[in-house]
């Protein structure tokens, strides 16, 4: 398996196109994401919440850097930049516009 190739699959054509079909190619129906708003549970949810993401910030754009893989876990970094013009957060647009750099580790199984 390619992790590299998988991530930047799920960066640049679920995240930053929105092609939601994609994710179904990707991920695993039991995913769980353990982020900063707590667990995402299943597939179905983490595609809600990409689409929370993009109705917050249409221009969102997200690249992967720094991979490395270790049996069936990776590391990587995701910098992700944008505009928050739009609803989708717990509170209003501020037009402002941002950069993030978050570190993420994740368990790849069946090539998912």
């Given amino acids: 398996m390619d992790v590299q190739a998988t991530l930047d699959r799920m960066f640049e054509e679920v995240i930053n196109q929105g092609r939601m079909e994609v994710a179904d190619e990707l991920f695993a129906e039991d995913f769980v994401d353990h982020g900063p708003l707590g667990d995402i549970q299943g597939r179905e949810a983490f595609k809600a919440l990409v689409q929370q993401w993009r109705a917050a910030v249409p221009d969102v754009h997200c690249t992967v850097e720094n991979v490395f893989s270790e049996g069936d876990m990776a590391g990587w970094l995701v910098r992700t930049t944008g505009t928050h013009t739009g609803d989708g957060f717990p509170f209003p647009p501020t037009g402002k516009p941002f950069e993030t ?10 090539g998912m």
């Fill in 101 to 110: 750099v978050s570190a993420n580790i994740g368990r790849f199984r069946d």
